[in-house]
């Protein structure tokens, strides 16, 4: 049976992402598998397409996607649109929703983990991996 739950890149096999969001699904007891699924570029518009099939809840989108889904997708969040960039895919109502949370992620692990608001403060973001765009 193929999960209606996870992760979509090229290169696939560095990320640690289906271990903690499998173990996030158990805790909730959610009956789901969080899949990866290496998909080349190519490949991307007819893997987004079975996303379409009856059942899909969610795929997280990684390298170098994050930009290319969003002419695929149905429609994008506020926070996808004002990035430029979908690092999660969601099924609403039978569409495929665009979002990302890399920006607020972040901004939440400064002020709650580092104890540090960056509000009014320049910055330089160093790297330009995959969620440096909303950084």
């Known amino acids: 049976m193929s999960s209606n739950i996870g992760i979509i890149g090229h290169p696939i096999g560095h990320t640690k992402s289906p271990v903690f969001q499998q173990a996030g699904l158990d805790e909730l007891g959610i009956d789901e598998t969080f899949e990866a699924w290496d998909v ?3 490949e991307l518009e007819a893997k987004v397409a079975t996303f379409r099939a009856k059942g899909f809840l969610a795929g997280c989108v990684i390298l ?13 969040t506020d926070a996808a649109e004002a990035v430029g960039a979908v690092n999660w895919i969601f099924n609403r109502d039978g569409k495929l929703v665009g979002h990302n949370t890399d920006g607020t992620g972040f901004l939440r692990g400064l002020k709650e983990k580092a104890g540090f608001d960056p509000k009014g403060v320049d910055a330089v973001v160093f790297g ?4 440096a765009r909303a950084i």
């Open 64 to 76: 170098p996607h994050k930009q290319a889904v969003i002419p695929i997708v149905d429609e994008l």
């Open 128 to 131: 330009a991996g995959g969620a």
């Open 40 to 42: 080349k570029p190519e």
